[in-house]
């Protein structure tokens, strides 16, 4: 082979080689994000910042702290009273959002990046103050166990029912628990002031239920539908 012969064969590597696969940086998918540590409206509290706008809202300063390997994040702020939730985005770590006054709410953040992983935070309960009142209705009870939509084994014959309460005013004095294979469940099958409750159920049901929260001076709230089958 001539020197001429030899340096075509150099330089075409060469070439192959600074154009080929392989992959480079930009192949990398970035790191995973983390999970922002919520901040403000504190857990359980009743959030008496911000600017009222009327009657009946007011705008409120949403913050938590920076999460690493993130760009921006999605805030869902959901009203407790309607069940409906809002979703707000933002490229920092805190969102002015308007909110109605008197109502309790519950919101959590999401960190994201260009990736596909994302990071949820825990959620947190508050009540945005309206005009003054001696007393707030307890936030909506949470399910503990057993899980939404789960399948119990066809020997099950009694369920141990778990949720959690909260109240701004600590002053919870029962639950009233209602149970029904129907959906919205109407049967009251007792009375506590833990967060606990036996029932007997039966195989091939499926049973629907809820609690409602009262307090000392008689204001009460509703939780969501919870849903399980004993297969």
């Known amino acids: 082979m001539t020197f001429r012969n030899i340096y075509i064969v150099l330089f075409s590597s060469i070439i192959l080689t600074s154009c080929g696969g392989g992959g480079g940086a930009e192949d990398i998918p970035p790191a995973a994000p983390t999970k922002a540590t919520l901040v403000f409206p504190e857990q359980n509290s009743e959030c008496n910042e911000g600017t009222i706008i009327s009657d009946v809202q007011s705008s409120v300063t949403f913050n938590w702290s920076d999460a690493t390997n993130t760009t ?85 014959t009694s369920v141990n029912l778990k949720w959690t309460g ?28 833990t967060t606990a409750l036996d029932t007997n159920v039966s195989s091939g049901n499926t049973y629907y239920w809820k609690v409602i929260t009262e307090d000392s001076q008689g204001n009460t709230s509703s939780s969501e539908i919870f849903q399980f089958k004993v297969i």
């Open 72 to 156: 921006n994040y999605e805030i869902f702020v959901k009203n407790l009273d309607s069940d409906v939730t809002s979703t707000y985005t933002s490229s920092t770590s805190e969102k002015i959002i308007t909110i109605n006054r008197g109502t309790p709410y519950s919101w959590y953040v999401v960190s994201k990046n260009t990736g596909t992983q994302v990071a949820q935070s825990s959620t947190w309960k508050f009540y945005n103050a309206g005009k003054p009142v001696s007393s707030h209705a307890p936030f909506p009870a949470d399910i503990v166990s057993p899980t939404m939509g789960a399948n119990l084994s066809n020997t099950t």
């Open 166 to 193: 909260s109240d701004v005013d600590n002053d919870i004095s029962k639950y009233t628990i209602l149970l029904n294979t129907t959906s919205p469940p109407t049967t009251d099958i007792g009375n506590t002031t």
